[in-house]
Structures are given as structure tokens and as C-alpha cells.
């Protein structure tokens, strides 16, 4: 390399090695000694596999391209707990034939980190936005989404899938005997406990409206929905909030458990209004059977009725 050259990239600002087909070091500068971690006179003639950086897969690879008139794409690699921009440029000799590579490193950590930081505050505002502020479970829109999303999967992958609807039994009673702060902490630790007595990650809790809440439960029959929606059930009547206002002298829950099969819920958003109304009937049984309560039935949606 011309000494000219060399002095530039002596003092270039991103590091940079000149590999030959053998993957041997001819030339490097002071910003990739220093990444490296070694004097730059120990490196030339040195294999690039001892420095692991960059690696023998992007040098034989970056070869291969070249050889076959084609650009290399530049990556982006972690070295040493830093973010680095990768370019290769293939040096020709005097035929034309690309005898060695110009790797040029990059380090873009900076960048990387504040764009890293940005994506962990939007995933942050998206929970917020899914979650009811109250309670802390997710919310009725997101509900909604979720509600549509496991039918679409449900019509394509086949099986059952059951929906529970939770209404906190004689609530307003509650509120007006203990006051509506009391109400609110209330529901905040019924959404609790119901959703630690969840025990399947792809079961989902959401509150569906003032003191209702609804459980989505893909991939399950209505006999294991049946046991998770007595699993909540106790759950909340294990808290033992006192409630002067019902039989049974604390808090509970009524529970309706609706499940329905791949075929009827090709029918989408149709079927979802139907799961929705068949556990709502199932609810209201449970309420009327005395509360504290669970009750199920199948929906069927042979063409939306």
C-alpha cells in the first residue's frame, strides 16, 4: 500500500484490515489494534481467526461474492459489548482478479443503544395502551384483538378454544357499603389473583368493563376451561375480602365458560359475538344459580344464528 494511503488509514476514525484470501492480516490500523486488543506490529501476517473479528464466514464470504461480480452487503456484528457496521470492498490486482479484501469496522453502540432504547419505550407504550390502569390486566380493546386473533387461529389450526366471562358478584353493594376507593382496590386484587391462578402463558385475563372481567383460553376444551375457571373462582374467594352485603360474607366471582370448535368459528367475527353471548348466558346461570359459581355451555355457529 502507498505510504500516503497508509498514513490516511493509520488515522482513520473506524478501524480497518486488509485480508488476503488466506485470510491473513496484510495491513491494519490503529483503531482495529485497538479492537482487537493488541499491538498493530503483532498483527500483520496473523490470521483473522485469531482475532475473531471479522469472522472467516464474513471474510469467505465476502470472497465469494466478489468473485461473482456481486456487492457485499454491509452487517452489523457485536465485538467486545459493541455494536459495529461492517463494509468489505475487494482490492483487484493488476488482471482484475480480487486478491485481497478492505474491511472497514464502524462503531455505531451510540446508535445502537439509543435506538435499542427507543424500541424498549414503544413496547413499553404498547403495554400501557393494552393494559387497564386500574387493575393492571389487559383491556377491553385489547381484548377485542386478542378475542379475533385466536379465532383466526383457531379456523386454520383446528381445535377448541374457550372464552370465561367473570362478573365480581353484588359489587355495587360493595361500593356502597365500603365506598367506591375500596371499590377500586377491590378490583385491583381480584384482577390479581386471578390472573396469578392462570397457569398456561397463552392464557389471557382482561378487564371487560366496570367490575367484569374475561378470560381467553386458546387450545383448550371446555372441561379444562371448566377447571381453570374454578381454579380463579377460588382464587378470589380465597382473598376473603369482606362484603356485608352477601350470603357468604366476602368477595366472590360467577363465572360462564363458553368454548367453540375450528369449524364454527371460520365464521370470524360473528363467531366471536356468538362466544361472547353464549358465556355471558352461561354467567348470568351462575349468577342465578346463587353466585359464586361456575357455568358452561358450547357454542355452535352453523351459519350465524
Known amino acids: 500500500m502507498p ?102 469496522m464502524r462503531d455505531i453502540s451510540m446508535r445502537k443503544g439509543l435506538e435499542r432504547r427507543l424500541e424498549a419505550a414503544n413496547r413499553t407504550l404498547e403495554e400501557m395502551n393494552a393494559k387497564d390502569y386500574l387493575t393492571g390486566v389487559f383491556n377491553r380493546r385489547h381484548f377485542d384483538e386478542t378475542l379475533h386473533k385466536e379465532m383466526a387461529r383457531l379456523a386454520r389450526e383446528g381445535g377448541v378454544m374457550c372464552v370465561g ?46 367490575e367484569e372481567f374475561a378470560i381467553v383460553m386458546p387450545q383448550t376444551s371446555k372441561e379444562n376451561a371448566l377447571n381453570v375457571a374454578e381454579r380463579v373462582r377460588e382464587a378470589v374467594a380465597g382473598l376473603r375480602i369482606p362484603h356485608c352485603q352477601t350470603a357468604y360474607g366476602f368477595v366472590t366471582v360467577s363465572i360462564g365458560v363458553a368454548g367453540i370448535d375450528a369449524t364454527s368459528a371460520r365464521f370470524a367475527h360473528q363467531a366471536c359475538e356468538k362466544l361472547i353471548r353464549v358465556a355471558d348466558k352461561a354467567l348470568y346461570r351462575a349468577k342465578d344459580g346463587g353466585r359464586n359459581k361456575v357455568d358452561s355451555d358450547m357454542c355452535s355457529v352453523d351459519g350465524i344464528s
Request: proline letters at 4%; a negative charge.
Open 3 to 104: 505510504p500516503a494511503f497508509e498514513a490516511i488509514f493509520a488515522r482513520a476514525f473506524v478501524a480497518f484490515c486488509l485480508i488476503d484470501r488466506e485470510g491473513r492480516l496484510r495491513t491494519v490500523n490503529s483503531q482495529y489494534a485497538r479492537l482487537t486488543g493488541r499491538p498493530t506490529n503483532e498483527l500483520v501476517c496473523c490470521h483473522v481467526g485469531e482475532m475473531g473479528v471479522p469472522s472467516m464466514e464474513l471474510v469467505n464470504s465476502a470472497f465469494t461474492l466478489f468473485d461473482a461480480g456481486e456487492k457485499f452487503p454491509e452487517r452489523e456484528i457485536i465485538h467486545g459489548g459493541k455494536d459495529y457496521a461492517i463494509s468489505v470492498f475487494g482490492l483487484p490486482n493488476a488482471c482484475g482478479d480480487i486478491t485481497s479484501i478492505c474491511v472497514f
Open 165 to 210: 366471562m367473570v362478573d365480581v358478584d353484588n359489587f355495587k353493594l360493595y361500593n356502597d357499603a365500603y365506598g367506591h376507593l375500596a371499590g377500586d382496590e377491590c378490583l385491583a386484587r381480584v384482577a390479581k389473583a386471578m390472573g396469578a391462578a392462570l397457569l398456561r402463558p397463552a392464557d389471557e385475563i382482561f378487564r371487560y368493563g366496570g
